[in-house]
T-cell receptor, first 112, second 116 residues
């Protein structure tokens, strides 16, 4: 059962513009959400997280928005840079932090 | 570097052979996870440990798979009688279990298994 879904396998954006990556989830028990970035031949690296008590969290060029009623979160990257080209995974878990459920990823390509 | 380290980075084996992967987590982390990732998919949970106790196993983890974390430090993941369907990237991650606040996973670079 795919509890976390990323319906866009790829996204191409021009350098300097905004990148918006989307993620949907089905389990209303999820209360902690994360975004990871993965380069080829490397493990995923943590990017930014958000707790369900918030609807927005910002860290530099990266902002995550959470819409609990729609069970939807998004990652905004502004401005996008070529070095941001990678696969982005969203992940979710519950208060117990027992395991994290991951989406299938969105490959972002930022064109110079 | 005190991140999560995995060994070997790449393993090629013939079907039916046994393979073992090792993971050294971040030293102060008490939780250790194994995930598996195949092409075009996100990481899938296999199992996790809190200290030396294996607290949960996915139904993906058949009886050919066994994981250990002796003394709550490093962990090993063994796959017996490998099958071609076992070909994947095996990711180890660690985290610090907190009573509250963030508890994100820190991943190693993965061990890629190719079963011929």
């Amino acid at each position: 059962d795919q509890q976390v879904k990323q319906n866009s396998p790829s996204l191409s954006v021009q350098e300097g513009r905004i990148s918006i990556l989307n993620c949907d989830y089905t389990n209303s028990m999820f209360d902690y959400f994360l975004w990871y970035k993965k380069y080829p031949a490397e493990g995923p690296t943590f990017l930014i997280s958000i707790s369900s008590i918030k609807d927005k969290n910002e860290d530099g060029r990266f902002t995550v928005f959470l819409n609990k009623s729609a069970k939807h979160l998004s990652l905004h990257i502004v401005p996008s840079q070529p070095g941001d080209s990678a696969v982005y995974f969203c992940a979710a878990n519950t208060d117990n932090f027992n395991k994290f459920y991951f989406g299938s990823g969105t490959k972002l390509n930022v064109k110079p | 570097d005190t991140g999560v380290s995995q060994d070997p980075r790449h393993k090629i084996t013939k079907r039916g052979q046994n393979v073992t992967f090792r993971c050294d987590p971040i030293s102060e982390h008490n939780r250790l996870y194994w995930y598996r990732q195949t092409l075009g998919q996100g990481p899938e949970f296999l199992t996790y440990f809190q200290n030396e106790a294996q607290l949960e196993k996915s139904r993906l983890l058949s009886d050919r798979f066994s994981a250990e974390r002796p003394k709550g430090s490093f962990s090993t993941l063994e796959i017996q009688r490998t099958e071609q369907g076992d070909s994947a990237m095996y990711l180890c991650a660690s985290s610090m279990r907190l009573t509250s606040g963030t508890g994100e996973l820190f991943f190693g670079e993965g061990s890629r298994l190719t079963v011929l």
